[in-house]
């Protein structure tokens, strides 16, 4: 799977919305961009994926460049209950491994 | 309709004792995945089953530690003469049946080895 570069930490203040960036320079043609947070050592929750094109949900949207050498993940209004380790994953949607490998993922924190 | 199930949430053993920890899958979903995380780490791959069978286990540490999920109940991930260095939380996710399927996460075991 490719490797994701994340920044480490945002902020965010109340209501705004959070942008978290992600590259994945290497993606390959049949790996899709997961994105999934994890809540103060809750269960990893899962957000939204997308292969090419753009894709909204009731958590997010997802924003990937043409190229697929980065993507965005925007949640529109965000709250304190938005506060969480967000993992941007790159992988392989069918015929290949199921492994999910998280990086280090960016810290984001919503303030008032 | 229920999420991925868990349990213990906390486990506490003394070193040398063994662990469960079992997972059951949420309705539909044949493929259990488990995940470990070290304190102040990310989550890293353990293995991968299907019913009945041990797809990927290239996580898994070569001793002590193995998995299975039977045709019937949850699956079992079994740690025997824990050691402190196996203080961790636990997450199991599954996805339904096909290649690819997202995964969904349950609230994990907290494991604690005193």
């Known amino acids: 799977d490719a490797k994701t570069t994340q920044p480490p930490s945002m902020d965010c203040a109340e209501g705004r919305a959070a942008n978290l960036p992600c590259n994945h320079s290497?993606?390959?043609?049949?790996?899709?961009v997961y994105w999934y947070r994890q809540i103060h050592s809750q269960g990893p929750q899962y957000i939204i994926h997308?292969?090419?094109n753009n894709e909204t949900n009731e958590m997010a949207s997802l924003i990937i460049t043409e190229d697929r050498k980065s993507s965005t993940l925007i949640l529109p209004h965000a709250t304190l209950r938005d506060t969480a380790v967000y993992y941007c994953i790159v992988r392989v949607g069918t015929g290949g491994g199921n492994k999910l490998t998280f990086g280090t993922g960016t810290q984001l924190k919503v303030e008032l | 309709n229920a999420g991925v199930m868990q349990n213990p949430r906390h486990l506490v053993r003394r070193r040398g004792q063994e662990a469960r920890l079992r997972c059951s899958p949420m309705k539909g979903h044949s493929h259990v995945y488990w995940y470990r995380q070290l304190p102040e780490e990310g989550l890293k791959f353990m293995v991968y089953l299907q019913k009945e069978n041990i797809i990927d286990e290239s996580g898994m540490p070569k001793e002590r530690f193995s998995a299975e999920f039977p045709k019937e109940g949850p699956s079992i991930l079994r740690i025997q003469q824990v050691v402190r260095g196996d203080s961790a939380a636990y997450f199991c996710?599954?996805?339904?049946?096909?290649?690819?399927?997202?995964?969904?996460f349950g609230p994990g075991t907290r494991l604690l080895v005193l």
């Open positions: 997308g292969l090419k």
């Open positions: 290497t993606i390959s043609g049949n790996e899709y």
């Open positions: 996710a599954s996805s339904p049946g096909r290649v690819g399927e997202t995964q969904y």
